[in-house]
């Protein structure tokens, strides 16, 4: 009773609002109807492997994408992303990356245990947000990931593991680079600290957007270095390609 009171005070003082696009909510929730449906959720079908959408299945009726099918060896047990990342949620992301929007984590987080359900059901260790370099944590204040990863522990119940994988050296911002270059751009800046918090165990590294997946590819190889028993890779967003 007396929550119900306090809420709606608050409600009051700062009414719920859309966090896409502002607009007043007048139920429970955090985006719009509106905003909701111009978000491209991945829904199935999709490759169980790399989780990329997919229009049918192959003939053999396994759920895999061209690029898998013909590949033997992957860096990763699997890879799930909610959504495409394009204009129509840019603002929830980078919002939340670089102008203090956190409120947005709680329904980012959400989106990662939809997404990650698959991952789940075949079971995990440890949650491993991707690092940021010390000096661009100071100027951000936070760590993305890390706030993703701390919520997205609590509801799933997986506990997150923040200082065993490190970022060692101060890269450039992805995002200038392509292809290539940004292979080579976080070439060698990872490293884990503590590899006996690593070794044998089942781990999900969380980001907020999969773009080329370069930095992904070199979080997972250090760790699998450090005696990982497999990396599964979980995202808010990935780029259309
Ligand atoms: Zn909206
Ligand atoms: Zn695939």
């Known amino acids: 009773m007396f929550f119900e009171i306090f809420e709606k005070l608050l409600n009051f003082i ?3 609002r859309c966090l896409k696009c502002g607009k007043s909510l007048f139920e429970d929730g955090y985006l719009c109807d509106k905003c909701v449906e111009e978000i491209n959720f991945i829904t199935p079908p999709y490759c169980y492997k790399c989780g990329h959408p997919i229009n049918e299945l192959t003939a053999d009726g396994k759920m895999l994408c061209a690029s898998c099918a013909g590949k033997k ?3 990763f047990r699997m890879m799930r992303s909610a959504f495409v990342y394009d204009n129509s949620n840019k603002n929830l992301i980078l919002g939340f990356k670089f102008f203090d929007k956190t409120e947005n984590a709680t329904l980012l987080a959400a989106m990662l245990k939809i ?3 698959d991952i789940f059901s ?3 260790d440890i949650i491993v947000p991707v690092p940021l ?3 661009r944590l100071i100027k951000r204040k936070y760590n993305q990931s890390v706030i993703l990863a701390d919520k997205l522990s609590k509801m ?4 997150v ?3 065993s994988l490190i970022r060692h050296k101060k890269t450039r911002p992805q995002v200038e680079f392509s292809g290539r270059q940004r292979v080579n751009n976080v070439k060698n800046a990872f490293s884990v600290k503590n590899p006996e ?3 044998g165990k089942r781990i999900i590294l969380i980001d907020d957007v999969l773009t080329t997946g370069s930095t992904i590819k070199e979080c997972a190889s250090v760790l699998k270095k450090a005696g990982a028993k497999s990396i599964d890779v979980l995202t808010v967003a990935r780029t259309a390609d």
Do not use: L, T
Request: charged letters at 25%.
């Open 122 to 124: 075949q079971g995990a």
């Open 14 to 16: 700062f009414p719920r």
């Open 197 to 199: 918090n690593i070794k």
């Open 161 to 163: 593991d923040r200082f």
């Open 115 to 117: 997404a990650g359900k």
């Open 156 to 159: 799933v119940g997986i506990p």
């Open 133 to 135: 370099h010390y000096s």
């Open 73 to 75: 060896r992957h860096f």
